[in-house]
């Protein structure tokens, strides 16, 4: 962490830190550069991005001067530790005292859980291996109450064995390290001590061999630390290396805001801070009956064709197609396991995972490996000690996903025709850049017919947090949804919880009673659904603007 502060003399803008204009546009120049180079941060201005206060205030005749010459500095990377700053005048100078208070507490050096290592997926010894295990696994089926429990146990023996396979490939990988690196110096020892050159060429296929070594080392940590834009690697060093704590650490949460007003880093207090929070964010609420019958008057409804089609029983077929189209590169959930092991080992995973999904559809319930996700939290802008300005995203089992995905790929065929074509957001064919397009036409409109009309931007807060479950299952059976489709959309909830991760661990679980989550294939068509009988009362209530033979 990069923490620099002083008097610059100068200020980067004017229009909030000086009473007049900026006078050393050079030195601005200078330090712009700087600041650009070491990506730092204004620490001052971060908590109080608004506010005017000096630093130095000078009398000259009737010449009042101020400015915030006196300033710190931080990386941008490391803003998250960040207190408070404060500005407080002395008696001893015409300058005031510049106070910063950061967390220096050392960030997690663990992982909250388990994650499989996807270079594994290359080594064929162990993809073998795994295929017997899993043969083996599979005749212990009539152990478990069920197939959803001999499910779960399953995953965590896939952990046990990916483990266990992993420590014998890293003693292994150490061996042969150290074996590289004792023969060259060996062989650099001998050349410089008996002059022999032939043994050059020996000596560069062993630093080759090193080197492909470390690079496959620089790989992993530029994998795991999600730099997927950079393209070409310059030769391994630790700065290689520390981008992956790097990027952790700025997404870390280094201190709380506690009910009682107090900050804290001490990871226990902020873990319980966060289970407090969200408790109370994922709580259920009464929804007003009257109020919903108003809601959903005049919603259209689905065909009983498409009704029908939406309700067939689960396709082997449709897990296949959902597991191809599955993005790689994401974080698994708490079972450790990503989409790429799935979409590897489908052939021999895949028809086990359909049998377990007909017996969940049949009891209305799934695993309960699939019902629990990590929740990981992302900074926001504003003050990071608040918990409401960090972003919870669900990292969901990647089983779970799959079969989110094929209820996903079953609606979107039929969105369009219940959802009114203003609302493009997740609907297939339709863009944001449609509603841009009818603003800028309706700006046109308006300056060519000298017609003055007003336009409103509502930003919902915790929008896909606070969407009710039963209120928006009431709407889909409003729109026509059938009993099956509904109920496989009622199992993606039902016993849904989610652990919190905070200081390199993970919080006690958390019910969620209301929410959709962000990171399920099907949220933002779930979040349409539930938002359009809002938007159809809008429609029918508000007196928009009518130009004739424009039919708008």
Known sequence: MLVI??????TMDFTKDRNGEEPHSVSVGVLRDIINQFDLVDIWRTKHPNTRQYTWVKVSGARVSAARLDRFYMSRNQSNRLLGATILPVGFSDHHITMAQLSISPGPRQASYWKFNVKLLQDATFCSGFQIFWERWGQRREEYESLSQWWDVGKVQIRLFCQQYTALSSSEARRVLGELERSISEMEVEMVGQGNVSLQANLAELRRDLGSFFQVKAKGALVRARFSMLKEMDAPSSFFF???RQSGEAKGMHCL????????SVVGEMRERTVEFYTELYRAEMCDPVCAQVLFAGLPKLSLAQRDEMDIPLLSHELAEAVTQMSPGRAPGVDGLPVEFY?????????DFFCVLRECVGVGVLPMSCRRAALTLLPKKGDLCELKNWRPVALLCADYKIFAKVLSNRLKSHLDSIVHKDQTYCVPGRSITDNLFLIRDMLDLSKGSNVNFGLVSLDQEKAFDRVDHEYLFNVMSVFGFGKSFLTCVKMLYAGASCMVKVGGGLSRPV???RGIRQGCPLSGQLYTLAIEPFLGLLRRRLQGVCWTGMGV
């Open 257 to 264: 805001r506690l009910s009682d007003g107090r900050v804290t």
């Open 242 to 244: 520390g981008l992956e």
């Open 511 to 513: 019910w969620v009673r």
């Open 5 to 10: 502060g002083g008097d610059w003399n100068c």
């Open 343 to 351: 979409k590897k080992f489908w052939g021999i995973i895949g028809q």
